[in-house]
């Protein structure tokens, strides 16, 4: 570490903007004691400011540090600040540092040529356009908060932020190891609680899980992926490494096929992941485990439905098809750029579900972005999807063989079609504001971090940077 903060200010660039940082805090400091007075908050406030000045510049610097905080945040912190959440002030930090460096030190905004770039460029034009016409009144009740609706288009935003981040700022494949492996290590820790094998098993939930995280099925989903590929396909990871992911695996597939088998958004996202990834890498031996597996569902097909169909899982069917088809009412209002961010969740109570009139979200990732952003959006989005998908499909054979990268790629593929149907079942990709929330992005954040590491990895092949 000291020789990270030796090479970080040794230059003229870092001793210029530790020498700014210094002479702003003070200024800062002594107008605030000078119009409030000492006080303890104060004091600790002014106890942050170094620390903030090192760590804004470091993260310049070394901005997968960044990737890397938010990790360990989203799994081993359970603690959170309200109303925004660390991981959106942390992602929202990070993107404006990225800007500051640009145009300051760089002098230039400049993009990567990516086809997955101008997608997402769109669908952030158009989500502030569903925001500004989301202020008219499209029914009889009021919009949503403001407060509500800037949260629901920070969602957006911040997400697409954090792809473009990664595809930028990752340019050497230790940091992305890092990565992966500090997610696989950290979320162990969650299987081995969610065992309930350790005697303190419930003082570290509350220590250390926070509800959004495991509550979210792309938490699990990306951490079953990438253990998967890396088992199965980096040669390269010792065998006791992989020995333990496997332990791991096998405990996830217990949690989520035996004990939580009620939450289908925690198991069939992940079984989409591994099928995909085995026909992705190995197609023959896809083949004979697919004709297998369908063999098994014509014959197991009554006694899986009673599995499945458990607790409310049927009337939630029921209650989703419904809202599907009313929030579909709603949206033709406005079906172009949508009603804005969140609204579309005042206007449902105009409209009774079974009989009841109250206020409820589609549970639907593909109905809520056409509610909220309209057609073009969820135009940008399947355009976005397609494109990361070929993406990476071509990557696949460009990397080292039977190496860290080529299994990344491989477990990405799986995690992007997961992503896919995990959206179909109500869990978030893009988390709806009056849902999982702005908070759901500690869950969410996986997917936008490793499908933004599709183009990394492209950008450093081009560059010929080594790959493993």
Known sequence: MTTLFE????????KTFLRLGIIIAAVVVSLVFAFRGPSMMLLLVVAAIPVAIVGAYLLIRYPPMGFLLIIVISTVISRDVAPVGLIAMLLAALTVLWIFDMMVRQREINLIKSPTITPLVLFSAVVVLSFVVGQLPWFSVSQVPMDSQIAGLGIFLLSFAAFILVAHQIRDIIWLKWMVFLYLALGSLAVIIGMRVLPAYQTLNYMLLHPKTTGGS????????????????NKNLGMKWRVALA??????????????????????PALTAFFIIIWVAR?????????????GLILLFQPIYNAVFIGDNEYSTVTRLEAWRIVWEIIKVN??????PGNYYNYTILFPILGWYVEFNSHNNYVDIVAQAGVLGLVCYIWFLVV?????????????RDGFTQAFIYGTLGGLAGSIVAGMLGDWVLPFVYNIGIYGLRS????????GALVAIDQMRRAGTPLD
Do not use: H
């Open 335 to 340: 079906p172009i750029l949508g009603l804005g």
């Open 7 to 14: 090479k970080a200010f040794r230059t003229d660039a870092g």
């Open 218 to 233: 792309l938490f699990w989903l990306w951490l079953s992926a990438m253990a998967f590929s890396q088992i199965l396909f």
């Open 247 to 268: 332990v791991v695996l096998a405990g996830f597939l217990y949690l989520t096929l035996d004990r939580n088998r009620a939450w289908t958004s925690g198991w069939a």
């Open 444 to 451: 969410s954040i996986y997917a936008w971090f490793f499908l």
């Open 283 to 295: 197609p023959k031996w896809a083949m004979p485990l697919t004709m297998v597996g369908i063999a």
């Open 388 to 400: 990361t998908w070929r993406l990476g499909w071509g990557l696949r054979n460009q990397v080292p």
